[in-house]
Nanobody
Framework: QVQLVESGGGLVQAGGSLRLSCAAS????????VGWFRQAPGKQREAVAA???????NYVEFVEGRFTISRDDAKNTVYLQMNSLKPEDTAVYYC???????WGQGTQVTVSS
């Protein structure tokens, strides 16, 4: 089974940008849909964006226009470009194959006001 590992998190000021990476241990083409999720302290994990192996993308309303999900099949990596970050975007971000029950370690994103 292909494993996904997140990276790219960090501390950024409000209004700044970060790009998260989700690197696959094998061919990412074999994964039908990869999703990005996040979990803020004291809150439930929530979906952020998803991309199919055909390139179709979906976003939740609160990131529409600010976040962009993309994939580079040659690098077996899915990205989440996050712009105009807000303090409420602070969370641990995870990527996951939608059909898999397994979660990775995630990457921490902290947005200061």
């Amino acid at each position: 089974q292909v494993q996904l590992v997140e990276s790219g998190g960090g501390l950024v000021q409000a209004g700044g940008s970060l790009r998260l990476s989700c690197a696959a241990s094998g061919s990412i083409r074999s994964i039908a849909i990869v999703g990005w999720f996040r979990q803020a302290p004291g809150k439930q994990r929530e979906a952020v964006a998803a991309i199919s192996n055909g390139g179709t993308t979906n976003y939740v309303e609160f990131v529409e226009g600010r976040f962009t999900i993309s994939r580079d099949d040659a690098k077996n990596t899915v990205y989440l470009q996050m712009n105009s970050l807000k303090p409420e975007d602070t969370a641990v971000y995870y990527c996951k194959e939608l059909s898999s029950p397994y979660w990775g370690q995630g990457t921490q994103v902290t947005v200061s006001s």
